[in-house]
């Protein structure tokens, strides 16, 4: 137990180092992602879900978007998933405009475990629609956890690469994403993730410090 405290300490600081670097990055922008998920398991092997999302932007100024998303997971096997799913975004474009965008995506997931460490890897391709013109993209992630099969902190460190799938290059990466986090069990339905992400971009990176709330049943 003292050395999943111990972990967990050193992840969490790791967050407010992350944060606090905000004050020296001046050219990024500093945002917020709260997220509340509701999990439902149908049977061993098939699961859905659905997601309400909260972004802010500008320094925590501005309401970013509201999200809803709503998908499935097939499990075929114990090392490897299968999910798709359906995401509307209401986006605020500054002056009191507001609008909607569509997205779909579909995912794979496998992963191992090794004593203590679970790794794991997604790719979801993505397509977005967006007032008539649409962007296609694949997400590679790789995810790290301190996974022990007794304990209710398990931090974790992710890298997830966006490459575009229409004009540009295919190996060229459009959005890079570090994410560190925890994720605790808070009691037998309730899970938290707490995090901190760094998203780079050309154009500008942002700074991400975010809450997941998930109900299981």
């Not at 917020?32 to 509701?38: A, D, E």
């Not at 992710?158 to 004009?167: K, P, R, T, V």
Request: hydrophobic share 40%; net charge positive.
């Amino acid at each position: 137990m003292s050395r999943i405290l111990f972990n967990a300490k050193t992840w969490l600081f790791v967050l407010l180092v992350g944060m606090a670097s905000t004050v020296w990055a001046q050219s990024d922008d500093f945002t917020t992602w709260t997220k509340f998920k509701v999990n439902h398991k149908i049977d061993s092997r098939f699961s859905v879900s659905g997601d309400l999302e909260l972004r802010t932007k500008e320094d925590m100024s501005r309401m970013d978007r509201w999200g809803l998303t709503v998908g499935g997971v097939y499990h075929a096997y114990s090392f490897l998933n299968f999910g798709v799913g359906y995401e509307t975004h209401f986006r605020n474009l500054g002056d009191s405009d507001w609008k909607l965008r569509h997205r779909y995506h579909i995912s794979a997931v496998a992963s191992f475990r090794y004593q203590w460490l679970k790794v794991s890897l997604r790719e979801r391709f993505q397509q977005t629609f967006d007032l008539g013109d649409s962007e296609t993209r694949l997400r590679s992630r790789l995810k790290l956890a301190y996974a022990p099969t007794k304990g209710i902190v398990s931090p974790y460190f992710s890298l997830e690469i966006y490459q575009s799938l229409d004009d540009a290059s295919f190996w060229r990466a459009a959005r890079m994403r570090y994410r560190p986090g925890v994720e605790f069990d808070l009691a037998k339905r309730w899970s938290l993730d707490a995090f901190y992400c760094y998203q780079y971009e050309s154009s500008r990176g942002k700074h991400i410090a975010g809450i997941e709330v998930v109900y299981s049943f």
